[in-house]
C-alpha cells in the first residue's frame, strides 16, 4: 500500500508517501481500501506533535476514512468483505488501505457517497456531541456558532439547523458568510468587519445566545461569552485561532452559564453506543437530503502536506478531503 508518513513531529511539509505492505487486521479489526479520507486540523496538530495525543513514531495520521472492507479479522461477524464503509481510525487513514476496529466501523448507505462519508466521523461527529449530548440543544433556542465556515463549524450550523434551533454563523469573510447561509444560517457576523457583542446583541433582542459553539477560541471567546444568555451554554470545542483564552472565572458566575467541555474522541471510547447514535442519526439525515456536508477541496495522497497547510492557515471552507486512488 501506499501511505503519508510522519517519522518525526515536523511541519506538514515533512511527510512522504511511501510504499509499506498492506496491514493485516487482527481479529477484531477490519482492512478498509480507502477511497476517500477526511483532513482535519487535528490532523495537522498530531504531525507536529502538538495534539493532546503524540502517537509512535512512524505514523501515517488521518483519523476518517470512508472505502470498502478489504479483508476481517477471524472474529469480525457483522461485517462483510466488499461492503461501503466509513470509519473512525485515529490514525492511519491518509494511505490507500488502513486498519480500523470493527466497532469503528459503520456500514455506509448507498444514498451517501464516499467523500461526503469520510467528512462524518470526526467532524460531524464532534459537532453531533457537542450539540445533541453536551448542550442538550432545543428547538426554538438560539445557537451561536465560531468559525462557522470551517469543518466542525458548519457541521454545527447544519446540525443546529436540522435540530430546530435558529443558527447565527460567526466568520471572518464575506465568501464565508455566503457559504454559511447556503448551509441553513439564519445569520451571519463577520467578526473581521463587524463589532460580535453589539452585533449579537441586536440579533438576539439583548438577550444573547443560548448556546455558543466555539472551535476557535483565541480573541473571540471573551466576547462570545460576555454576549451568551443567562444559563446559557459555551461549548469548548477547539482552539484554532492560536490561542487558549484565559476567561475570567466571574462571567459564568454572573451569566448563570456553564462551560462545557466537548472531547469526541474520548466520548467514542466510552460510549461506543451513544456514538454510533449520533452517528446512525447523521446518515439518515445525509442520506434524506436534510443536509449535504461541503467537500469544498479534493487532494491526491501526494499533495496531502498541502490539504493540511491550508487547514493550519485557515483557508478552507467545509472540509477537504484526500482521495488516495
Known amino acids: 500500500m501506499r501511505a503519508l508518513t510522519c517519522e518525526a513531529f515536523d511541519v506538514p511539509e515533512a511527510l512522504r508517501v511511501q510504499d509499506t505492505p498492506d496491514p493485516v487486521p487482527g481479529p477484531a479489526e477490519v482492512l478498509i481500501a480507502v477511497r476517500a479520507a477526511g483532513v482535519n486540523y487535528p490532523d495537522a496538530l498530531m504531525v507536529m506533535g502538538q495534539y493532546q495525543v503524540r502517537p509512535p513514531l512512524p505514523f501515517t495520521p488521518g483519523a476518517e476514512a470512508a472505502g470498502t472492507i478489504a479483508a476481517l479479522g ?82 454545527a450550523v447544519m446540525i443546529g439547523r436540522a435540530l430546530g434551533a435558529r443558527v447565527i454563523a460567526g466568520v471572518s469573510s464575506a465568501d464565508k458568510a455566503e457559504v454559511a447561509r447556503a448551509h441553513g444560517a439564519d445569520a451571519v457576523i463577520d467578526y473581521a468587519s463587524e463589532n460580535l457583542r453589539d452585533h449579537l446583541r441586536e440579533l438576539t433582542g439583548g438577550a444573547g445566545p443560548d448556546v455558543v459553539f466555539d472551535p476557535v477560541g483565541d480573541a473571540l471567546a471573551e466576547p462570545a461569552f460576555r454576549s451568551i444568555a443567562w444559563g446559557g451554554r459555551y461549548l469548548v470545542v477547539g482552539f484554532a485561532g492560536g490561542e487558549i483564552p484565559r476567561l475570567p472565572w466571574n462571567l459564568p458566575l454572573l451569566k448563570g452559564a456553564s462551560i462545557v467541555g466537548v472531547f469526541w474522541g474520548e466520548f467514542a471510547r466510552r460510549d461506543p453506543a451513544g456514538n454510533a447514535r449520533n452517528m446512525g442519526q447523521l446518515a439518515a439525515w445525509v442520506a434524506e437530503g436534510t443536509m449535504t456536508p461541503l467537500v469544498s477541496v479534493r487532494y491526491p495522497l501526494e499533495r496531502g502536506t498541502e490539504a493540511l497547510r491550508a487547514l493550519l492557515e485557515r483557508r478552507v471552507m467545509g472540509k477537504v478531503v484526500l482521495v488516495p486512488s
Open 74 to 155: 477471524s472474529a469480525v461477524t457483522t461485517l462483510h468483505v466488499g461492503q461501503r464503509v466509513m470509519a473512525f481510525t485515529g490514525t492511519g487513514a491518509f494511505a490507500t488501505h488502513v486498519l480500523a476496529p470493527a466497532a469503528a466501523v459503520m456500514p455506509l448507505p448507498d444514498a451517501i457517497d464516499f467523500e461526503a462519508a469520510a467528512t462524518l466521523p470526526l467532524a460531524f461527529g464532534t459537532s453531533m456531541h457537542a450539540l445533541v449530548d453536551r448542550a442538550r440543544v432545543q428547538a426554538g433556542e438560539t445557537l451561536f456558532v465560531l468559525g462557522a465556515a470551517g469543518g466542525v463549524g458548519l457541521a
